[in-house]
C-alpha cells in the first residue's frame, strides 16, 4: 500500500469530531447557578424547545430523553390499538423500531430503494394494508427519502406519517422544505454521533398542537400539568429531558447550521474526488434534494470489485479509515427479536395479534433491502471534516480499490 502512516480522521466519539465550548458551558453554568436542573419548573428546556421548532420549522416542539423515546413518544400520541400495523425499514436504529412493539403495534417492513436505502412511495404503498395505523419515514444517513410523495399516499389511506429525522438534521427535500415538515409528527436524537449532540437526548416536533399535548401528556407520566384537576388518566413514562442537556443542546443548536454546512462540503469534495471510480457509487441524491450527511454511504459493485463492500470495507480499515460494510449486518426482521419474538415473558405479544402476512419476512419481498446492505459500505463522518480529510479518504479508496485486501 502506498500510505505507511494510518490515517487520523476526527471523531464524534470523542472532542475531535464534536464542537463542545465555552458556548455550552456559559448555559450549564446558568443551570447549575440557578439550581434548576429538572425540566418541569426550569426554563432552559423550554428555550431549547422554542429554537428546536424556529429552526426546524416543523411547529411545537418536545424536549425527550432518547431518540428511542421521541419515536415511542410520537407513536404514543397516535394511540394505536394493539394488532395495527406501523410501516417502516428494516434498515434503521433499532429505537426507532422497537417503540412500535412497546405500544402493541407490529412493525410492518417497507422494501428500500437499493440506491438510497430509503423507502419509497411505491415500497411504502405495497406495505399498507387495512390495519396500518401510521408511517414512519427515515431519512437513512441524512438522504431525505421523496417525503412529499410518501405523505400523499398516506393521506390516501388515511394515515398519519411520523418521520424519523435521527439522522438527517436540516436535511431538505427536493422542493427545498427541510424533513420533519412533511409529515404530521418529526423525531430525532441527540445522542453522542448525532448531528447536534448532548450525548443522550432527543425531541419530538409535532405539527398539531393537540398531538404536541398528547407527546406531552406521555413523557410526563400522564400527568396533567396545567390542569385545573390534574390526574394520570393513561398510561405513560417518564421521558423528560433535563435543564443540562437542554443547556448543552440550545448552544448546540446555534452551532448545527454551521456543523451541517461543513459535513456537506467535506461530502462534495469527496464525492468530486471518487465520482468516477469504476463500480463506486457515491451518495445518490434527489436533485434539489439537501443531503446532511450524518454518514457517507457509498455503494460497491461486487462485479466489479472482487469480494464487494467488505473487502473495500477491509482494506480501508488496514489504512486507518474506520468504514463499515453493510451499517446495520441484517434487517431488523432477522435480529433475535423478531426471530424468536422475545418480547412480554413469554407471550409473545403483540406478534400473537398480527396478520400472518405482515410477519412474512420472505427475501424475495425485499430484494432493495438485501441489494443495498450488500453493497453500502459506511464512511463515519463529523463536523470537524475538512476537503483535506476528504482528499485522505479520497486517496485511501483509490489506494483500496487498487490493490484490495482480502476481507477478514
Ligand atoms: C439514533 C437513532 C434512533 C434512536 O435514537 P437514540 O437517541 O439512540 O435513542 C432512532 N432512529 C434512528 C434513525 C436513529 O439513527
Redesign the pocket.
Known amino acids: 500500500m502506498g500510505n505507511a502512516e494510518p490515517v487520523r480522521l476526527p471523531s464524534d466519539q470523542d472532542a475531535s469530531g464534536r464542537s463542545f465550548g465555552d458556548e455550552e458551558l456559559a448555559l450549564l453554568r446558568e443551570v447549575l447557578d440557578s439550581g434548576v436542573l429538572g425540566s418541569i419548573r426550569g426554563s432552559v428546556t423550554k428555550a431549547f424547545e422554542a429554537a428546536a421548532s424556529e429552526l426546524l420549522g416543523a411547529g411545537h416542539a418536545v424536549a425527550v430523553a432518547?431518540?428511542?423515546?421521541?419515536?415511542h413518544s410520537a407513536i404514543a400520541a397516535l394511540d394505536p390499538e394493539p394488532g395495527e400495523e406501523i410501516v417502516t425499514t428494516g434498515i434503521?436504529?433499532i429505537?426507532?423500531i422497537a417503540p412500535i412493539l412497546y405500544q402493541g403495534a407490529i412493525p410492518a417492513f417497507a422494501d428500500v430503494d437499493p440506491r438510497t436505502g430509503n423507502v419509497t412511495a411505491e415500497t411504502v404503498a405495497a406495505a399498507l394494508s387495512e390495519r396500518t395505523r401510521a408511517v414512519i419515514v427515515?431519512h437513512l444517513f441524512g438522504n431525505p427519502c421523496d417525503t412529499a410523495a410518501i405523505v400523499e399516499v398516506a393521506a390516501a389511506h388515511g394515515v398519519p406519517v411520523i418521520e424519523?429525522c435521527?439522522?438527517a438534521l436540516l436535511s431538505r427535500g427536493a422542493d427545498g422544505a427541510l424533513v420533519g415538515t412533511y409529515g404530521d409528527i418529526a423525531?430525532y436524537?441527540?445522542?453522542q454521533g448525532?448531528q447536534a449532540s448532548t450525548g443522550?437526548?432527543?425531541l419530538v416536533l409535532a405539527r398539531d398542537e393537540e398531538t404536541a399535548r398528547r407527546v406531552r401528556l406521555y413523557v410526563n407520566k400522564a400527568w396533567e400539568y396545567g390542569s385545573p384537576d390534574p390526574d394520570h388518566r393513561s398510561l405513560a413514562l417518564n421521558y423528560r429531558f433535563t435543564e443540562l442537556g437542554s443547556a448543552v443542546a440550545l448552544a448546540q443548536l446555534a452551532k448545527l447550521p454551521a456543523g451541517i454546512a461543513a459535513r456537506i462540503a467535506a461530502a462534495d469534495a469527496l464525492t468530486a474526488a471518487i465520482g468516477d471510480l469504476p463500480g463506486i457509487t457515491p451518495p445518490v441524491v434527489t436533485p434539489g434534494a439537501t443531503h446532511s450527511y450524518w454518514r457517507y454511504a457509498l455503494l460497491v459493485d461486487p462485479a466489479v470489485h472482487e469480494g464487494g463492500s467488505p473487502t473495500l470495507g477491509a482494506s480501508l480499515a488496514d489504512l486507518g479509515v474506520p468504514a463499515a460494510a453493510r451499517y446495520i449486518k441484517k434487517p431488523a426482521w432477522r435480529c433475535g427479536l423478531f426471530t424468536e419474538q422475545k418480547t412480554f415473558g413469554t407471550s409473545r405479544w403483540p406478534f400473537t395479534l398480527a396478520r400472518p402476512e405482515a410477519l412474512d419476512y420472505a427475501a424475495e419481498r425485499f430484494p432493495g433491502t438485501f441489494e443495498y446492505l450488500d453493497r453500502v459500505l459506511v464512511l463515519p463522518w463529523n463536523e470537524r471534516y475538512t476537503a483535506e480529510h476528504a482528499a485522505i479518504l479520497a486517496s485511501a479508496i483509490g489506494d483500496a480499490v487498487r490493490e484490495p485486501v482480502p476481507a477478514r
Open positions: 432518547s431518540g428511542t423515546a421521541a419515536v434503521t436504529d429505537g426507532g427515515t424519523d435521527a439522522q423525531c436524537s441527540l445522542q448525532k443522550e437526548g432527543g
